[in-house]
């Protein structure tokens, strides 16, 4: 893909199954990849990819203004931002306060504090691409899914505001919607477990679930100069999930 190489990635929840994925392929395209994650002892993960780790709480403002200030002395300025971090709170009608303050201040809020500092960076070189994470659940709904759903859907309308905010910059802001993905390995299924994963697999019109690769490809495509007139879109990595 063209003019990856050498620009500056940060990719949060980096140490995840499909953060993981997007960090390794970034690197591979000859970006300098910063990881934001929660473990402590993830640094060897990280530069078992080539890619830098810096323990971030995307929910804590010091935390990540601190980290966003040294990936800028270490490496350089932004230019590519992917918010991939989020936990996953599935509630119905009858979610508590707490389980929606647990699930926004990652989701929605913790987003948005990493972006806040990343276009800090961006805004002054009047360059960069944002990618976020939203998914087919930000489509559709889902059985008791209403609290995991709804962050979905509010990230694809904080990328519609942002892609306008931000479009004067030369700022892209995208949304990547993945469907189902392996992102671990199924392991020896009993009849019922597989019967649920072929009903999943069948929902998509290529009949099975994605692979992270499919989904960082993706992303590397919305980093790149080969999308450069892409803003404010969802792009689908379903299977087809969402045609039917
Ligand atoms: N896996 C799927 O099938 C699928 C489908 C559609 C969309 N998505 C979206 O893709 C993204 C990644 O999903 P995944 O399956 O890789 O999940 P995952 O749980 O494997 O990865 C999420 C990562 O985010 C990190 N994280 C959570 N809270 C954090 C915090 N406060 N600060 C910093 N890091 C934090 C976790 O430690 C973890 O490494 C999510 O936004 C999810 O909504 C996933």
Known sequence: MRGLKGKIAIVTGGLGGLGYATARRLAEEGCKVAIFDLPRDGRD??????CAYYRVDIRSPGQVKRACGAVKSRLGPVDVLVNCAAIFVCKSYDATPQDWHKILEVNVIGTSLVTKYAVGQMKPRRRGSIINFSSISGFVGQPEFATYNSTKFAIRGLTKCWAQDLGPYNI?????????????PAGKLSKKRLEDLRRIEARHLLNRKGRPEEVAGAVAFL???DSTFITGSDLLVDGGYLAK
């Open 45 to 50: 993960m990280a530069a078992a990819i080539g």
């Open 172 to 184: 892209r802001v995208n949304c990547i919607c993945p469907a189902y993905i392996q992102t671990r």
């Open 223 to 225: 980093a790149s100069e």
